[in-house]
């Protein structure tokens, strides 16, 4: 007999995300018994399926109980388990800061828009949630290097991780630019960072980076970034 949880699970872990509108995906998040099921047999292994309303994608991550276990089981407390350094992970939360913030604002305001429109219909339909991948903000590679990179370890380790965060999937680099990847919106659990990030000094430093002029950068400065550690210009 074929085990579609067990398939999914195994899915997941093999390819580490799938879209929502995948067959078994949609079911886990639709079927309340399937999905049950799915939630007792991720827990008794330290795991959680995640995903958010408005992602485009699924995944799995460390369940909360099992946060202790996983990164604080060594001499010190660990931030991921992706052998990610530490300016690797303050590159992925300025990131995820800059495309998932001002995204989520937007999937807001639209969805609260064409409610509001739909308000003097008898018979209209709930829209779905947006989740068109234009709906995500786009950042310039040499933006960020201006903005931040002082503060992320130089031209060097940043190019270094954007290659990183790129092949794990956060990230989509494109001549020069830095796109959403299908993980980025579940690398964090949003209710509980965008706060922390609004409300702490990364909130100060996007606002004073939103204020200033875009850096003017030539051509060739662009191509030093996306060649840096070794890294080949893709048009992924």
């Given at each position: 007999?074929?085990?579609?949880?067990?398939?999914?699970?195994?899915?997941?872990?093999?390819?580490?995300?799938?879209?929502?509108?995948?067959?078994?995906?949609?079911?886990?998040?639709?079927?309340?018994?399937?999905?049950?099921?799915?939630?007792?047999?991720?827990?008794?292994?330290?795991?959680?399926?995640?995903?958010?309303?408005?992602?485009?994608?699924?995944?799995?991550?460390?369940?909360?109980?099992?946060?202790?276990?996983?990164?604080?089981?060594?001499?010190?407390?660990?931030?991921?388990?992706?052998?990610?350094?530490?300016?690797?992970?303050?590159?992925?939360?300025?990131?995820?800061?800059?495309?998932?913030?001002?995204?989520?604002?937007?999937?807001?305001?639209?969805?609260?828009?064409?409610?509001?429109?739909?308000?003097?219909?008898?018979?209209?339909?709930?829209?779905?949630?947006?989740?068109d991948p234009?709906?995500?903000?786009?950042?310039?590679?040499?933006?960020?290097?201006?903005?931040?990179?002082?503060?992320?370890?130089?031209?060097?380790?940043?190019?270094?991780?954007?290659?990183?965060?790129?092949?794990?999937?956060?990230?989509?680099?494109?001549?020069?630019?830095?796109?959403?990847?299908?993980?980025?919106?579940?690398?964090?659990?949003?209710?509980?960072?965008?706060?922390?990030?609004?409300?702490?000094?990364?909130?100060?430093?996007?606002?004073?980076?939103?204020?200033?002029?875009?850096?003017?950068?030539?051509?060739?400065?662009?191509?030093?970034?996306?060649?840096?550690?070794?890294e080949e210009?893709?048009?992924?």
């Amino acid at each position: 007999m074929h085990d579609d949880t067990a398939s999914l699970v195994t899915r997941l872990l093999a390819q580490r995300w799938l879209p929502r509108d995948d067959a078994q995906a949609r079911k886990a998040l639709l079927d309340e018994g399937f999905r049950e099921e799915l939630d007792r047999r991720l827990e008794a292994v330290g795991l959680e399926l995640r995903e958010h309303p408005y992602a485009a994608y699924i995944g799995l991550a460390v369940a909360r109980k099992s946060e202790r276990a996983v990164f604080g089981g060594s001499d010190s407390w660990i931030s991921n388990t992706l052998q990610l350094d530490r300016d690797g992970v303050a590159l992925l939360v300025v990131i995820w800061a800059l495309i998932v913030l001002p995204k989520r604002q937007r999937q807001v305001e639209r969805q609260s828009a064409e409610a509001a429109a739909s308000q003097g219909q008898m018979f209209a339909e709930e829209k779905p949630i947006p989740r068109d991948p234009t709906i995500s903000p786009v950042i310039a590679e040499r933006t960020l290097l201006a903005d931040f990179g002082d503060k992320l370890g130089g031209k060097t380790r940043v190019g270094f991780n954007l290659g990183t965060l790129n092949r794990l999937g956060f990230i989509i680099r494109r001549k020069g630019e830095v796109a959403e990847g299908p993980l980025l919106d579940l690398a964090f659990d949003y209710e509980r960072t965008a706060r922390r990030i609004l409300d702490g000094a990364l909130g100060d430093l996007l606002a004073e980076a939103a204020a200033r002029p875009a850096p003017v950068v030539d051509d060739a400065e662009d191509d030093d970034l996306s060649l840096d550690a070794g890294e080949e210009p893709a048009d992924v």
